[in-house]
């Protein structure tokens, strides 16, 4: 099993190498216009926007791949921009703040002036702890 693998007993460290490709913006833009195209019908049943649940699953993923890198931390702070992706970032925070975690909120946008699926994210659990 290699070092970086992602089931390795040994929780990663910063600076470790990422067990998983990295990719372009317009990659990740491409990726995301397919898998969009390709929603799950019971997203679009539960009333989910096709990019909601693409956003939803990303969270998800990102915090499972933190939980098994990290399995000690209590605390987490996390940056959200000021598009889509801010949504995703305010989705991860959801979940830790689910799981018990103490979440500290960097928006470099007013969380009130997001839009569209990124403000879904924001609402998803509301009160926040303090946004800076």
């Known amino acids: 099993m290699s070092s970086h693998s992602s089931h390795s ?3 990663r460290k910063p600076g470790d190498a990422t067990p998983h490709p990295l990719y372009l913006a317009a990659q990740v833009r491409e990726i995301d216009s397919r898998e969009i195209a390709a ?32 399995p000690e931390a209590r605390r987490l702070s996390v940056l959200c921009g000021s598009g889509n992706n801010a949504g ?16 500290q909120l960097l928006a470099l946008r ?17 009160p926040w702890p303090e946004v800076r």
């Open 9 to 11: 007993s040994h929780p």
């Open 39 to 70: 929603a799950q019908p019971g997203d679009k049943e539960r009333g989910d926007a096709p990019g909601f649940a693409l956003m939803q699953r990303a969270a998800m993923a990102a915090y499972r791949q933190l939980r098994e890198c990290w």
């Open 88 to 103: 995703d970032g305010y989705v991860l925070a959801a979940l830790a703040v689910n799981d018990g975690l103490e979440v």
């Open 110 to 126: 007013d969380p009130a002036a997001l839009t569209g699926e990124a403000a879904r994210g924001v609402d998803l659990n509301r």
